[in-house]
């Protein structure tokens, strides 16, 4: 009897477990919120359907990898975050603060933007992210040290230096 009931306890774990999965695929991967306009999230689905690019950065190695993902200037543009030649006045005091979910963030200035590109990757090389550094990563592919690649991102609150 108690082998039988052991037996059900896995079942019922393996069906919780299961149903836990679906509903992650199901879940915002990415939320972009705080001062905007348009506070929003996305699945890895919802980022996989939106225009796609692709980068070239040399790794630690002094090889080059291939990153392809999304352009955050795009999501941020989506969520009403004035870019470029909309930003404007206070809105020079906002800025992103890109977080992992390790807990890491990395902050970049919103004219940051002007000149340079911001990716929300997805894939290397042709493959997933490794599980340590995705499902998603932002990079900045202009810089030499990786220091404000954020791994695991999940969270790009837009936020106010002052008031």
Same mark, same amino acid.
């Given at each position: 009897?108690?082998?039988?009931?052991?037996?059900?306890?896995?079942? *019922?774990? &393996?069906?919780? @477990?299961?149903?836990?999965?679906?509903? %992650?695929?199901?879940?915002? +991967?990415?939320?972009? #919120? =705080?001062?905007?306009?348009?506070?929003?999230?996305?699945?890895?689905?919802?980022?996989?359907?939106?225009?796609?690019?692709?980068?070239?950065?040399?790794?630690?190695?002094?090889?080059?990898?291939?990153?392809?993902?999304?352009?955050?200037?795009?999501?941020?543009?989506?969520?009403? *975050?004035? &870019?470029?030649? @909309?930003?404007?006045?206070?809105?020079? %005091?906002?800025?992103?603060? +890109?977080?992992?979910? #390790? =807990?890491?963030?990395?902050?970049?200035?919103?004219?940051?933007?002007?000149?340079?590109?911001?990716?929300?990757?997805?894939?290397?090389?042709?493959?997933?992210?490794?599980?340590?550094?995705?499902?998603?990563?932002?990079?900045?592919?202009?810089?030499?040290?990786?220091?404000?690649? *954020?791994?695991?991102?999940?969270?790009?609150?837009?936020?106010?230096?002052?008031?």
């Amino acid at each position: 009897m108690h082998r039988f009931l052991a037996l059900i306890a896995f079942a *019922v774990s &393996l069906t919780v @477990a299961s149903s836990q999965s679906e509903l %992650a695929a199901d879940t915002a +991967a990415l939320v972009l #919120d =705080g001062d905007l306009t348009k506070p929003m999230s996305w699945t890895l689905a919802d980022l996989k359907r939106l225009p796609r690019i692709t980068v070239k950065v040399k790794n630690d190695s002094g090889t080059e990898d291939l990153y392809e993902g999304v352009d955050l200037a795009n999501l941020l543009t989506l969520g009403g *975050v004035p &870019l470029k030649g @909309a930003l404007k006045g206070g809105d020079v %005091a906002r800025y992103l603060h +890109a977080e992992g979910q #390790d =807990g890491f963030a990395a902050v970049f200035a919103l004219p940051e933007f002007d000149a340079g590109t911001f990716v929300v990757a997805d894939s290397v090389n042709g493959q997933a992210l490794p599980a340590d550094r995705g499902p998603l990563q932002m990079i900045s592919p202009q810089e030499m040290r990786h220091s404000r690649w *954020v791994k695991q991102l999940n969270l790009l609150p837009i936020k106010r230096s002052v008031k």
